[in-house]
């Protein structure tokens, strides 16, 4: 049997119990509230892990130069610091097979640290190559005084020394090639597979 309505009561009031409908229907509405606030955090959080795993890569600004057989250290040599991929310097520029690429150093002590971990990878749009570190530039005690580790150009928040090769070559054929190369441009750290690659030596091909 429905109720008569109160005159002043809202249709579906019941009197004495407006007030402690009104509490419970606040706190469903925290409640609800609070579950939405939490669930979004779970997702985005979720977003931005699932975001690192599927896309970790990042773009800086490089000072892009070359070094070859002809110009390394020792001359005449393909010889690297911290081989990874490579024994000796080289590398196609695949995923597979990235090309050595010599990064600054610091002496401190018996310690020497590279500018970027041995094994780091880069990818370089403007030679459509895939770059792995294995080799240092610098020589001395104190190769942070020097290049690679400074005195790259304004706008450039690092220097790649990128191996061209040219054993096969004259040595003004490497030397134009590192000529060719030398930029300030953007580079990928911690690329995914799939970039266009144009595979080869630097020397051997259009630099």
Do not use: K
């Not at 690192?52 to 130069?65: H, I, K, P, Q």
């Not at 090309?99 to 970027?116: F, K, M, N, S, Y």
Request: aromatic letters at 6%; one cysteine or more.
């Amino acid at each position: 049997m429905s109720r008569t309505a109160v005159p002043g009561e809202m249709p579906g009031e019941v009197p004495g119990e407006v007030a402690g409908d009104s509490a419970r229907v606040r706190g469903r509405l925290a409640v609800v509230a609070t579950l939405v606030v939490v669930v979004g955090a779970a997702v985005a959080v979720g977003s931005l892990a699932g975001s690192r795993r599927s896309g970790g890569e990042r773009t800086v600004t490089a000072y892009l130069t070359g070094y070859s057989y002809w110009d390394n250290t020792p001359p005449g040599s393909a010889g690297i610091s911290h081989p990874v991929v490579h024994e000796e310097a080289g590398g196609t520029g695949t995923y597979a097979d990235p090309v050595t690429v010599a990064v600054g150093h610091t002496i401190i002590g018996d310690r020497d640290e590279l500018d970027w971990p041995a094994g780091t990878r880069f990818y370089v749009p403007s030679l459509r190559r895939y770059l792995v570190v294995e080799d240092t530039c610098g020589d001395g005690p104190r190769p942070q005084d020097g290049p690679c580790h400074a005195g790259y150009p304004r706008g450039a928040s690092t220097w790649l020394d990128v191996w061209v090769g040219g054993a096969g070559a004259p040595r003004s054929r490497s030397d134009a090639c590192m000529r060719a190369i030398t930029q300030v441009t953007r580079v990928i750290v911690d690329p995914e597979p799939g970039h266009p690659v144009s595979a080869g030596e630097l020397t051997g091909g259009p630099c």
